[in-house]
């Protein structure tokens, strides 16, 4: 029996006062050749209390990351997120809530999406946020095909985008899924053997529509030498940075060193990881891309007495109205994600943000000494500077090293061989405002443990 | 009216945190990327943060507020027990990257939800992947683009949309590099195969349509369109948008459909959030299967070996990538918080789909059913037109309001505005663009006959308004109307700090 269903019951009542003897009266417009005839082969309805039985019994099969010591990161970070957020977030108005359309009953919104984007702004250094794109992936590539759209009539290097080497096989995928129907050549930036940015071979992205790059990179590091990116391609090229949002509490605003369009995966910031979605795309830009912008954009106006009141604008930009001229396809996004970061925001203010950053860099930092310390194992890129993660080289595959950590008890890190076919030995190592001094010493010998018994069975 | 960066605080002992696991002050910051000056962000307690968003809660209108009639949108009951289940940290706390042998739960549901969507949809293969049905759509057409490519259909380039279709379908076959060929419909909102037959040929990729339209009405010819589609040897696209009316009672794969977009959070309600997070998987035929997204869940009997968990009674389920995968629209596995909330929906109905499909119709033609009872007795029926003369509609139901609009000047926005200050939402104003002041009514499944009753008389008594007053309208809401054109002239995206 199901519920959910007020009317359940009465539907002869509803169809005597259609003057419909049956409920397929009401499907009798439905041809005959296409009706489905046979029950559909599913499992009888359940009952809540079945239904999160089985989600215990299911969900339960999961390793969760706190069951574990845990140092799988690669871009997504378990930060500890205020019990506030979630309580809050959960209110019915703004959990069942539509896309504000009526702005006179959807103030709470629409103003929280207003204060997002001034959140955004303020943490990036642009002058204009949108509300969110899908997540960080979708985010670059959005801001990729924006950049051909200001840039290409004046481009030298005609629907052309420059994109970093190290960025990962599955966001590059993203990005050639929207961008390979505008005809946009991506081509790939160089880095150096410290895993900085080649700006020697930058010069040659001059002149294309927009140079992609991030901060922390996917190997974790901050790259001092991104702030002369913009001086090197020049005014008509965008320069697009990717970030990791909590680092800007300490790191420097990429709108302060020239970018031009700063997109990210907001996550870590209000969100938990959730398998890796819902998250929440970062899109923010100078006034010069503001119209050539994806996504919804709330702006302040005023109501007919007068009255401070807010609403969506810029809408001509978007599907609903531009149709196959619009800038984006994008609608549904993500604002309840992006409403959790504001809250998180709220409440941590720029000290706490510096805080967090503090801790979440420590936290790396103390792990890279520890691990430097190991002669079994490298750290290859250990004079720079990193944020949340960094590459340790081990002396034999990262999937068996990891493999071992899981039968001690740890998730010890991601394969980066998975993103970097020739780099089997390249284990990427993460760490959080969660991490503990003792979960670091843990890794720590364990490492020491697995890499020594490999060395010995190689001298063997 | 109060502000979030009005909150100043001294400092940021508002919210405290343990101290870091080192010394901060000899963090190796390259000197060029020391941030400069803080964001100018709020400095707000935690009483005061909970304040201040319980009070925009208290501004903002949801399901739970009260009757959310919004056409197209799908506006169901979200049942609580699916956001327990999703804060659950068997799906909270994992990574997109964790071994298969720790997320055999999450596997298990995937496998089951990929399997469910394809039985409701008619289709042999699902991805789960697309976190928006604009994704979907895009991601479904990218498969169909990879499928011709693969068969050294080069030519293929166009793709043919109703003018009654929902803006994503062009601007998501646009984003895939398609040319869009707009086709008119009847006088009655149905396809008009002559104007289809018209424009197919060896240039057709697809055709894109949501059946039931937008208008609410069964298009009775669906299956000749797919065979004119078919015969020039283009694909056919369901737009699941409008899912909710037809579950169990014909499908997407009857029609002829080759591919298929699932709203995840209007069909199996993923709570909408004020614009998101939803949820679009897509479903195909056989044939454009090898081009799904990846990876997709498979499963195998269990082996000897296999690290068996609660989740493991007869099969280990798996992760594949379909061999000419077009790659990835979203970087980790789509919106699998949405995706549990709907398993557990689902998990509601089983094989009763079909009840819920049926009670949403039921609802629909009873609402306007009872409204044009209701007009008539009040004498004003003629204010209001069919978007579509038709005996029955499917979930929802459109009426164009251009007869009051001649009479006195009041049209749908006014309208709509009027029943905010009687407390609903308004149903969705101005679309489809061929019907003229149109409004757009969804009830769904979850509302009382009494609900029901009690709208269309409000609903009338709207009509019977002095116009004045609804021009005027709204008066009893937070704001009354906004103006979008100041907003849209007097740019301010951001809170004004100098101001």
Redesign the interface.
Known sequence: M???????G??K???D??GMSS?D???????E????TE????????S?E???A??????????????RV?F?????N?N?V?A?V???V????????????????????L?????F???I???VGL???N??V?????AAAEALTCSVRVHNRKAEQKDTVYVSELV?P??R??I???T????IEVKTLRHNPDGTLDLDSLAQAAGSCGVYVEQPNPLGI???GL?RVKEIIGQNTAFIVGVAPVS??????PG??GADIVIGEGQALGS????????YGIFACTKAY?RQMPG??????????G????????STR?????????T??????????A?MGA?H????????????A??N???C??AKQKLSEISTIAVPHQSN?HFNEFVVELPGPASEC?AYL?TQGL?GG?DLS?WYPERANWLLVSFS?Q???TE?ELLAAHLAVWSASLMQGVSA | MSHLFEHKGADGRGYSQPEPVAPVDNLQIPSTLVRSSPPRWPRLSEPEMVRHYTWLSTRNFGIDTGFYPLGSCTMKHNPRVNEVIAQLPGIADIHPLQPEHQIQGTLAIFHEMQDMLGICAGMDAVTLQPVAGAQGEFTAIRCIQEYFRSRGELGRTKVIVPDSAHGTNPASAAMAGFEIIEIPSQEDGRIDLDALRAVVGDDTAAMMITNPSTLGVFEPEIAQAAEIVHDAGGQMYYDGANFNAILGRTSPGLMGFDAVHYNLHKTFSQPHGGGGPGSGPIGVKSHLAQFLPGPVVKRRPILTGDQLTSANQEWWYHWHQPANSIGKVQQWHGNSGAVIRCWAYYRRYGRSLKTMSEHAVLNANYLRHRIIMEAEKAGVRHLFADGAPVDVVKHEFTISMAPMKEECGIGAMDIAKGLLDKGYMAPTVYFPLIVPECMMVEPTETESKETLDKFAKKFVEVLQEDPDVLHNAPITTNVRRVDEVYAARNLTLSYPFDE
């Open positions: 199901v519920d959910q269903l007020p009317n359940l009465r539907e009542e509803m169809l006062a259609m409920i009266d009401l499907f009798a417009d439905i041809p050749a296409v009706r489905m029950e559909l082969p599913l499992p009888p309805p359940q809540e079945e239904i999160i089985d989600a215990r019994r299911l969900l339960g099969a999961n390793v969760a990351l706190g069951d845990n799988l990161g690669a871009g997504l378990r500890y205020p506030s979630f309580q809050l959960t209110r019915g108005e703004f959990l069942t809530s539509y896309t504000p359309y009526q702005p006179e009953v959807s103030q709470g919104m103003q929280a999406m207003w204060e984007q001034t959140l702004s303020e943490l002058e204009v946020a509300l969110s899908y997540d960080g992936s979708t990962p599955s966001r995928s993203v050639y899924n929207y390979q129907g505008g005809g901050l790259d001092g702030t800007l509490g300490i790191i420097e605003a302060n060193y938990p990881i959730t398998y890796g979605g819902p998250l503001l919804r954009i709330v702006g302040r106006s005023i109501d007919v007495d009255k401070e009141a807010f609403c969506l604008t810029l978007e599907q609903h109205i531009r149709r196959h001229r619009a984006s396809n994008i609608c549904t996004n993500e604002t309840l994600i409403l809250m925001m709220s409440l941590l203010g720029p000290e706490g943000l510096a805080k967090l503090q801790r860099m420590a936290a930092q103390l500077s990891i899981d998730i991601f998975t405002d991490t503990k001094a670091i």
